[in-house]
T-cell receptor
Framework: DVKVTQSSRYLVKRTGEKVFLECVQDMDHENMFWYRQDPGLGLRLIYFSYDVKMKEKGDIPEGYSVSREKKERFSLILESASTNQTSMYLC????????????FGPGTRLTVL | GQQVMQIPQYQHVQEGEDFTTYCNSSTTLSNIQWYKQRPGGHPVFLIQLVKSGEVKKQKRLTFQFGEAKKNSSLHITATQTTDVGTYFCAGSEVGANNLFFGTGTRLTVIP
């Protein structure tokens, strides 16, 4: 069975803290994505990676960085968390063809106080 | 850059009524996918359309891809409370290696 897991379902951090969100997939997919979801704004792409050590900026990369040292793992890093980064963060994976579906993790609801 | 707009943003219907959500892209798409996100859950793939003018059905759900491959619709006949959730379209441009998600339509079904 396909599996995309995220390190935490809920996370509470303080302003200025460094935050790591991890995503692990077992499907051997090349492409991995980080989205944030906010009411009325849908899914907005933060960063994606199409191969190990490769990354590309999405629509809203400011304030975030990513790391992909291994194919199965894609990390989202908030260098200095701010309250406007309070959101639901979703990781997704995608196979080699754009005609494949994306598989999502369960999401991490991050609150920055 | 590519934009995918979806309307309406919210829709409340009585159980048994029909529901439609529309998706429009600023550019021509190679394919379009639809996802459903139940309350508290994550998006789950429903279907993919690839051909111009394509129509696909899944029980009470009918999906359509426009002739110009720039718009799509999802129609639900006789809604049920199990249809509650947010429906997203997602399109991919020719040659692109990512999907652009629409803003989603949140459906509430009143029993």
């Amino acid at each position: 069975d396909v599996k995309v897991t995220q390190s935490s379902r809920y996370l509470v951090k303080r302003t200025g803290e460094k935050v790591f969100l991890e995503c692990v997939q077992d499907m051997d997919h090349e492409n991995m994505f980080w989205y944030r979801q906010d009411p009325g704004l849908g899914l907005r792409l933060i960063y994606f990676s199409y191969d190990v050590k490769m990354k590309e900026k999405g629509d809203i990369p400011e304030g975030y960085s990513v790391s992909r040292e291994k194919k199965e793992r894609f990390s989202l890093i908030l260098e200095s968390a701010s309250t406007n980064q309070t959101s639901m963060y979703l990781c997704a994976t995608w196979g080699a063809s754009r005609y494949n579906e994306q598989f999502f993790g369960p999401g991490t609801r991050l609150t920055v106080l | 850059g590519q934009q995918v707009m979806q309307i309406p943003q919210y829709q409340h219907v009585q159980e048994g009524e029909d529901f439609t959500t529309y998706c429009n892209s600023s550019t021509t798409l190679s394919n379009i996918q639809w996802y459903k996100q139940r309350p508290g859950g994550h998006p789950v793939f429903l279907i993919q359309l690839v051909k111009s003018g394509e129509v696909k059905k899944q029980k009470r759900l009918t999906f359509q891809f426009g002739e110009a491959k720039k718009n799509s619709s999802l129609h639900i006949t006789a809604t049920q409370t199990t249809d509650v959730g947010t429906y997203f379209c997602a399109g991919s441009e020719v040659g692109a290696n990512n999907l652009f998600f629409g803003t989603g339509t949140r459906l509430t079904v009143i029993p």
